[in-house]
T-cell receptor
Framework: DTEVTQTPKHLVMGMTNKKSLKCEQH?????MYWYKQKAKKPPELMFV???????INESVPSRFSPECPNSSLLNLHLHALQPEDSALYLC?????????????FGPGTRLTVL | TQLLEQSPQFLSIQEGENLTVYCNSS?????LQWYRQEPGEGPVLLVT?????EVKKLKRLTFQFGDARKDSSLHITAAQPGDTGLYLC???????????FGKGTLLTVNP
């Protein structure tokens, strides 16, 4: 099973709202990722968690707050977003050993900020 | 900074035609992935190549990894409308966690 799940599928929020995106995988992967993707562009890395610890933050604004409660779950908390934050948000996971680190992506959450 | 030059950026062909997409770099990658993505969906992994000179086949799709592990190609034989989508190459370089993505090839196969 190479499935990464994400909820919700679609999210519309105002600039003063607080919302959360959720991601789950049961492949035993210990690295999990958040990406942001604009239409017809490649994904842009936001955060990487390795063994439930934040490993990489690609200078993401603090209105995005990641959380990794356990090895299977990854959240992205959203607060005071801007309209330019509207995008497809992708979660991915991978192994952390064994030679190569193929990333498996979830279906994404389409976020619209009004 | 590692770069992956992917070409062509756009490709519109008729059903039944063949096509090749290229990803080239001056950097060496330990592995390279190809993904296909449909609008509003996440990228779906097609293949991972890890050995220089490696060729992998997935039905009508053939993937090659260059001998020096700096370039890769995706060849589709007898394209079908269901092949329509954004094709992304992505390489693992110096960091285990950071992928270098090509800019993508938007393929449209017309019936």
């Amino acid at each position: 099973d190479t499935e990464v799940t994400q909820t919700p599928k679609h999210l519309v929020m105002g600039m003063t709202n607080k919302k959360s995106l959720k991601c789950e995988q049961h492949m035993g992967h210990r690295a999990m990722y958040w990406y942001k993707q604009k239409a017809k562009k490649p994904p842009e890395l936001m955060f990487v968690y390795s063994y439930e610890k934040l490993s990489i933050n690609e200078s993401v604004p603090s209105r995005f707050s990641p959380e990794c409660p356990n090895s299977s779950l990854l959240n992205l908390h959203l607060h005071a977003l801007q309209p330019e934050d509207s995008a497809l948000y992708l979660c991915a996971s991978s192994l952390t050993s064994g030679g190569f680190y193929t990333q498996y992506f979830g279906p994404g959450t389409r976020l619209t900020v009004l | 900074t590692q770069l992956l030059e992917q070409s062509p950026q756009f490709l519109s062909i008729q059903e039944g035609e063949n096509l090749t997409v290229y990803c080239n770099s001056s950097s060496v990658f330990s592995s390279l992935q190809w993904y296909r993505q449909e609008p509003g969906e996440g990228p779906v992994l097609l293949v991972t190549v890890v050995t220089g000179g490696e060729v992998k086949k997935l039905k009508r799709l053939t993937f090659q990894f260059g001998d020096a592990r700096k370039d890769s190609s995706l060849h589709i034989t007898a394209a079908q409308p269901g092949d329509t989508g954004l094709y992304l190459c992505a390489g693992n370089g110096g960091s285990n966690y950071k992928l270098t993505f090509g800019k993508g090839t938007l393929l449209t196969v017309n019936p």
